[in-house]
């Protein structure tokens, strides 16, 4: 079993930048894609970026914005968000599959809540 803590979630204006982590409380290396998904109020969840060895993929309302990265010395999993805007707003949630097809995430964490104010 595997806990994943998220930090680095808060309140930004419009245009700020915000680095999310992801630690997980065991290693991270067999896990074979990592991911970030976030639920704003009323919305359905949504995948916003994976990484899976050196390539990774994007909600396109996120790319050139965003970056995902990974550590696995430090079982961390990264999400830089930058160029902010008030539609980014939602909890973001950080997530480890070992499985490269298209099922369910194997772990979550609990989620960490993004504010971009206008």
């Known amino acids: 079993q595997v806990q994943l803590v998220e930090s680095g979630g808060g309140l930004v204006q419009a245009g700020g930048s915000l680095r999310l982590s992801c630690a997980a409380s065991g290693s991270i290396s067999s896990f074979n894609v990592g991911g970030w998904y976030r639920q704003a109020p009323g919305k359905q969840r949504e995948l916003v970026a994976t990484i899976s060895g050196g390539s990774t993929n994007y909600l396109d309302s996120v790319k050139g914005r965003f970056t995902i990265s990974r550590d696995n010395v430090k079982n961390t999993v990264f999400l830089q968000m930058n160029s902010l805007k008030p539609e980014d707003t939602a909890v973001y949630y950080c997530?480890?599959?070992?499985?490269?097809?298209?099922?369910?995430?194997?772990?979550w964490g609990q989620g960490t809540q993004v504010t971009v104010s206008s």
């Open positions: 997530t480890l599959k070992k499985s490269y097809s298209t099922s369910a995430p194997d772990y």
